[in-house]
């Protein structure tokens, strides 16, 4: 017989579930829907509803019912549920109200200037919210690291990675501080001469859209499940029963949303395939979120730009939107492949990609364990970007540190996961293909079959039933390992 | 100084009114933008909401509030509000929240069936959910009557009309049920070889989408505050702050869709201007379904089918759809004043439409009584659509006893508050005529703003601060009487 305190525990996070659906929803109706002006009401109806969500899990009977509940009377997936469960009740115990409050506040604020500090490249503007903005997240980040037992880093990063040691991050990133500069220089060095012919537009909406929608079901979304909107930031939202994904078209280039539509495939695919069992329970959510990413970038990185998809995709482009020069097949694989160090992340390329990641990381990580104040970033920016890029980048804020949105909120610990994602999209894919050797013959035939139910099965219904290194372990016989990562670029940017 | 009790009590319906809010939103995506795939999730989720409210408004500590509290602390309008408070509370402490969430969960399938069985005229197939809904109502009637002291359907009723008897709605109706039958076939008597010519489609979406937008901007709406989509059944839902409106255009026909838009931004124009300082409570809501609906047919009906309005519309027409005989400014009156019996009760004309709420209030009212089962319902209605209209419509229930959605989630008592609403439009719209003696020769020059403005003054800005016979008595100057639509079908069908 099973317990019914935990039955009870079960409960109530069912309960806070569907309360997640009501946010989730209004949160995607923000931002692809609603006028301007409905904007002060939906503010406050969300933050109501972080507040009752924060009060219920938090509530003295979830407390009573945790500490009643006996793991021993639990099967395994209710063990691994009850896990979830401890981790979000501890997660959201541990911070005072008045903090989360502050920080809502300041993150707010800081946001809204850096609305307008940015397009001005005005950093001066910026720097009295953002420092607000960094105080408070240096408080979180003491009073998490108190309670863990670790390095306040550490305790800011596990938020979005639980269990993920700054040790184990740091072999990570210093394995890919030995290569990648090196493998960048040279993709570049080979790609010498051989600029691709760009898309000539322009490029209708309408036509844009039905071409996403035909690869999204090509991917396999279901569209039974889920919507693809338009929206100033992509991005992919909803809940797993109904999953609303966002790309934003250009008139002038076509690419870039249709890969930005295959990148938010990916997450979605994650989302509609986690554990039906599970689905009302933490231990029925994704993973984390280098794993979430790990799936987008598998569906962009690993299979959206390879040769074998790129050339699959030419008589859907010109069925949707003419032939032009641009669609031979040859000069499509060199425009998703195209190594072009710049300044702005999000428009960079597989290669150059990992080093605005390494930059962001030792910035945020030395400013929140004191080392350095919000006044150095500029300067350990350039340093940073002439470095690893070889980009001159003094006072351009704009295309500079004012560039990303994550910070002002206080979202520090959550720049890594991009890359951890990459290098676990390489690592599923190598193992993907090692349990299908058919796998890429299957690809180049137009089936992508073998590696989506392999995903399925390995990656998305576990949803959060195991931890993340067993998850991975499991998956491809051994912990997260960079060298999938060095092997897949060095296969495509160099022996290619 | 203000009462701290009733501050508190402020406080737990601001929480309310967010809570609405999010509900709101998630009931308005369900009907326009959801796949169908997300439906089980979003019932949940609705239903969880529906809980929570009911919790928060029936907790021990709003009762205790609510007997603590010292109205004579308290001004006229917070006086106001705490009668609609109390209203509220005493609405939601009468029904088990067992039976709340049976009902909404009931309702959200039987409309899942309902959108299936319309199309396929499968009457048998949509019994067995419906049944279900009927069974919840019939217990909620019984309920209520209880407490209330009066017939179950009364009790029903009185969810949409507070305060209405079934004796007062049968004095209307039975003085409803003597003259309309002859109006109405003197009025098809005099029609009688004067077709209008009907526009000739296709008519592209986009295009009555803009035609739409131009009109609803002419009359007021506010499109940062609000939206126009497309849903099978048109509705106007969203919050005061951002009022989302639907229609459905038809590609054969143009002035469906249109004066669909006009009737929902009368509703939205409402919703749009209710008191600004009474948003977040019950006082600030708008009055009652009649008053609602007086709003949308004072602009559909008083204004849009005017033949002063519907000369205006000719050159928009034009701009947006092409010229063509139909577009004849006589021609046009005719089309929007043509009076046709027909099957369905959303596209029934100004004169027959009450027949069809006859129709439905004998049928609806017998069913919650216990004197007929669902199993009647489609003789019922055949041989009263005999009776009223002359019209046969046996085995049709695509376009007879299907046609609605209101039944599907238990909405009986709905149906008369649209006659009373048409009556209430025809009593204000001779009110501002003698207030603003130039308010027809103003619409004629194309300036509506006399009417808006005094609807405005009247209506929209006293939200729930005065009871219904209250507010159409300082309105109009006597309670309501259904002399005035009498007078106004007169002049328009039988004399204009
Ligand atoms: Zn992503
Ligand atoms: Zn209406």
Not at 82 to 92: N, P, Q, T
Not at 93 to 109: D, K, N
Not at 222 to 238: A, I, K, T, Y
Request: proline share 5%.
């Amino acid at each position: 017989m099973t317990d019914t305190t935990y039955q009870q525990l079960e409960g109530r996070f069912t309960r806070l579930h569907r309360y997640a659906h009501l946010g989730a929803m209004a949160g995607w109706d923000q931002l692809t829907m609603m006028p301007t002006g409905g904007n002060e009401a939906r503010a406050e109806a969300m933050a109501e509803l972080s507040v009752l969500m924060h009060e219920t899990l938090t509530a003295p009977e979830t407390r009573r019912l945790l500490a009643a509940v006996e793991p021993s009377s639990l099967n395994e997936a209710q063990q691994a549920n009850l896990r979830e469960i401890r981790r979000e009740v501890e997660d959201a115990t541990i911070m005072p109200p008045s903090l989360v409050e502050a920080q809502s506040l300041a993150g707010a604020r800081c946001e809204k200037a850096w609305r307008t500090c940015r397009p001005n490249n005005d950093w001066e503007g910026f720097l009295p919210t953002f420092r607000e903005v960094v105080r408070l997240s240096r408080e979180e980040a003491r009073i998490r690291a108190e309670a863990a037992g670790c390095s306040r880093y550490e305790a800011l990063l596990q938020k979005f990675e639980p269990g993920l040691t700054l040790e184990a991050l740091d072999d990570i990133f210093n394995d890919l501080r030995q290569w990648l500069p090196g493998l960048l220089s040279e993709a570049v060095e080979r790609q010498r001469g051989q600029d691709p012919v760009l898309p000539q537009g322009p490029f209708g909406e309408a036509d844009q859209r039905r071409l996403g929608e035909r690869v999204m079901r090509w991917l396999g979304f279901d569209f039974e499940h889920g919507r693809l909107d338009v929206s100033l930031h992509p991005f992919c939202g909803g809940v797993p029963d109904d999953v609303r994904l966002t790309t934003r078209y250009r008139s002038d280039e076509c690419l870039t949303a249709l890969m930005g539509i295959i990148h938010e495939t990916g997450h979605a695919r994650y989302e509609q395939n986690l554990p039906e069992a599970w689905r009302r329970q933490p231990a029925g959510r994704a993973r984390s979120m280098a794993v979430h990413e790990s799936q987008s970038l598998s569906f962009e990185m690993q299979l959206g730009r390879s040769a074998a998809f790129v050339r699959q995709l030419r008589p859907w482009l010109i069925e949707a939107l003419g032939d032009q020069p641009a669609f031979d097949a040859d000069n499509l694989v060199r425009l998703s492949q195209q190594v072009r160090p710049g300044l702005i992340r999000v428009d960079a390329d597989e290669v150059s990609y990992p080093a605005h990641i390494l930059l962001r990381y030792d910035i945020e990580r030395a400013l929140i364990e004191g080392e350095i104040e919000v006044e150095d970033i500029p300067t350990r920016w350039d340093e940073a970007m002439q470095h690893l890029l070889g980009l001159d980048t003094r006072g351009n804020y704009r295309d500079g540190c004012l560039q990303d949105i994550h910070w002002t909120d206080g979202s520090f610990g959550y720049f890594p996961t991009y890359s951890l994602g990459a290098m676990l999209a390489a690592q599923l894919m190598a193992a993907a293909r090692q349990a299908e050797p058919q796998l890429d013959a299957r690809i180049a035939e137009g089936d992508p079959s073998l590696l989506l139910e392999w995903l399925r099965t390995h990656i998305w219904q576990q949803g959060s039933l195991l931890e993340t290194p067993e998850l991975i372990t499991r998956a491809t016989g051994e912990a997260l390992n960079p060298e999938y990562y060095r092997r897949h670029l060095r296969a495509r940017y160099l022996e290619g």
